[in-house]
T-cell receptor, first 117, second 115 residues
Framework: AQTVTQSQPEMSVQEAETVTLSCTYD???????LFWYKQPPSRQMILVIR??????QNATENRFSVNFQKAAKSFSLKISDSQLGDAAMYFC??????????????FGEGTQLTVNP | DTGVSQDPRHKITKRGQNVTFRCDPI?????LYWYRQTLGQGPEFLTY????????KSRLLSDRFSAERPKGSFSTLEIQRTEQGDSAMYLC?????????????FGEGSWLTVV
């Protein structure tokens, strides 16, 4: 079974600065998908960014980018020019391509990000 | 596209009572998922539907839990004889098609408190 680990329960960053959230995962599969989701206090989970394991190029979405290290099974999220609205719980998630798993998401424990003005 | 809707958003119930949550997925999404999330934890998979067929259930889904998706559209999650340990956020999500790359969209969740 796949597992996802986020070793930073809490992180803080000054507004306009850059912060990196860590995520590691364990899998025996060679093809899979990785995601970062954001869950603000309103509780709705919002997709931030996704990465296909077969792609070597790191995904980027505006101020959000990832550092995907397949051999190390590491998938960190970098937030540049942090804004107050970035404050939320961030979850790293793994998705298997196998139909037997229903393509479910397996989540890490989350990292609570605080943005200080 | 109105997103994934869940109802009710909050429910307080006495131990031993039955509760039912409803989820309306994004229109035309044929996959529907239920997750459970407790405070300070990531969501945990409960079950999923492909159209009206329930294809997998987690071992977290005890016999007191039942989920349905009768016409392949909305889904209900019923918890019978609630226990305090059932207190959690129940998240519904949906996606289009079977491709693993398809994005899973989440609702705002239904928060259950069992007293």
């Amino acid at each position: 079974a796949q597992t996802v680990t986020q070793s930073q329960p809490e992180m803080s960053v000054q507004e306009a600065e850059t912060v990196t959230l860590s995520c590691t995962y364990d899998t025996s599969e060679s093809d899979y998908y990785l995601f970062w989701y954001k869950q603000p206090p309103s509780r709705q989970m919002i997709l931030v960014i996704r990465q296909e394991a077969y792609k070597q190029q790191n995904a980027t979405e505006n101020r959000f980018s990832v550092n995907f290290q397949k051999a190390a099974k590491s998938f960190s999220l970098k937030i540049s020019d942090s804004q107050l609205g970035d404050a939320a719980m961030y979850f790293c998630a793994y998705r298997s391509p196998r139909e037997t798993s229903g393509s479910r998401l397996t989540f890490g424990e989350g990292t609570q990000l605080t943005v200080n003005p | 596209d109105t997103g994934v809707s869940q109802d009710p958003r909050h429910k307080i119930t006495k131990r031993g009572q039955n509760v039912t949550f409803r989820c309306d997925p994004i229109s035309e999404h044929n996959r529907l998922y239920w997750y459970r999330q407790t405070l300070g934890q990531g969501p945990e998979f409960l079950t999923y539907f492909q159209n009206e067929a329930q294809l997998e259930k987690s071992r977290l889904l005890s016999d007191r839990f039942s989920a349905e998706r009768p016409k392949g559209s909305f889904s209900t999650l019923e918890i019978q004889r609630t226990e305090q340990g059932d207190s959690a956020m129940y998240l519904c999500a949906s996606s289009l098609g079977q491709a693993s790359g398809n994005t899973i969209y989440f609702g705002e969740g239904s928060w259950l408190t069992v007293v």
